[in-house]
């Protein structure tokens, strides 16, 4: 197969994006609703999809599935990701060499989280520490593969200081990542403030910014601090009101990242990156206005 196009050259039209991030499906129930949310989603033309790797570097096989799938079945350009979690070097490196010797051009590199229960993060025996160095040995392996990093708005939850985390943010961008795609946050000043200190730190790389639609009250109860994003005050008596009501709490989380999204594009953001769930509701909705309006 081709080799696909490196999102950076996506980003280099000054079109807002549309992403949307899809996880691998432990069983063939979650493999029916990915592809059916992936179907629905079809007509609207995501201009990249990005598919997860599970906590523990456990879906190594799986990932590739699903990235696959999605690349030849739906004719996306899909960015899998890959964590150091669970490989040494010499398998972190077979594995970008099985995506690159398929065509695939744009690899999200990641740290990864500490398995549950375990508070610190502890390498892989011959593995690697940070993401920043995860991020240069593919960029010394393989220049042609576009590098997508992680970027914390509101401070990833196990860095000291937010100057500490955009130190660290800086060396992944020294290290050869391409662009970033932050964690979900739910107010804009965040991404106004997080880009605003980017900058003045000479961090100069295109900053998706990386929203989740939200389904229920106990949905961002759960995700919020898990992700080390606050809850504004307005979105939460919003999303009471309409608690008993799925249907109804879906359209308030629909209608928040709307407004978000509206903005975002207006102050110039390159696009957007929609945490869905394998979910599709929300993508086509918030896809329609953006097809409507910009793309
Ligand atoms: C867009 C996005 C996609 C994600 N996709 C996945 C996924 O598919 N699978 C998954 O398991 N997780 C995923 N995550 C979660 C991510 O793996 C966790 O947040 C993880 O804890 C940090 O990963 P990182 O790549 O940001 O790590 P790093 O950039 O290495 O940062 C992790 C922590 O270490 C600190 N740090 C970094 N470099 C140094 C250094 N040199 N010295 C000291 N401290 C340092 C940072 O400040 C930060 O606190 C995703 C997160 C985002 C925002």
Redesign the pocket.
């Known amino acids: 197969m081709n080799a696909d196009r490196p999102i950076t050259e996506l980003l280099s039209s000054g079109r807002p994006l549309l992403s949307v991030?899809f996880?691998p499906p432990k069983n063939d129930e979650g493999g029916e609703q990915l592809l059916r949310a992936a179907e629905a989603l079809k007509p609207y033309n995501p201009d990249f999809v990005?598919?997860?790797?599970?906590?523990?570097?456990t879906?190594r096989e799986r990932?590739f599935r699903y990235a696959k799938i999605l690349r030849e079945q739906f004719g996306w350009l899909v960015m899998p990701?890959?964590?150091?979690?669970g490989s040494s070097r010499g398998e972190l490196l077979d594995i970008a060499a099985e995506y690159h010797a398929d065509g695939i051009r744009n690899i999200?590199?990641?740290?990864?989280?500490?398995p549950k229960g375990e508070k610190t993060?502890i390498p892989y025996p011959d593995g690697l520490?940070?993401?920043?160095?995860?991020i240069a040995l593919l960029r010394e392996k393989f220049p042609d593969i576009c590098l997508?990093?992680?970027?914390?708005p509101e401070?990833?939850?196990?860095?000291?200081s937010m100057e500490?985390?955009l130190?660290?943010?800086k060396?992944?961008a020294d290290a050869g990542a391409s662009f970033?795609?932050?964690?979900?946050f739910f107010d804009n000043e965040h991404y106004f403030r997080f880009l605003h200190a980017c900058r003045s730190r000479e961090i100069f790389l295109p900053i998706l910014p990386?929203l989740l639609p939200a389904l229920s009250l106990s949905q961002v109860r759960r995700f919020g601090p898990m992700?080390?994003s606050s809850l504004p005050h307005a979105l939460i008596e919003q999303l009471q009101i309409v608690d008993d009501h799925p249907r109804a709490s879906e359209a308030v989380g629909i209608t928040w990242a709307y407004h978000q999204i509206r903005e975002l594009l207006r102050h110039g953001a390159p696009g957007v990156?929609l945490?869905i769930l394998n979910r599709s509701a929300a993508a086509i909705t918030l896809a329609r206005s953006l097809d409507r309006n910009e793309r």
């Open positions: 991030e996880f990005s598919i997860t790797y599970g906590a523990g570097g879906t990932t990701h890959l964590t150091c979690v999200m590199a990641l740290r990864g989280d500490p993060f520490r940070h993401a920043s160095d995860l997508g990093a992680a970027a914390y401070k990833h939850p196990e860095a000291a500490q985390d130190m660290h943010l060396s992944k970033l795609t932050t964690q979900l990386g992700c080390g990156h945490y």
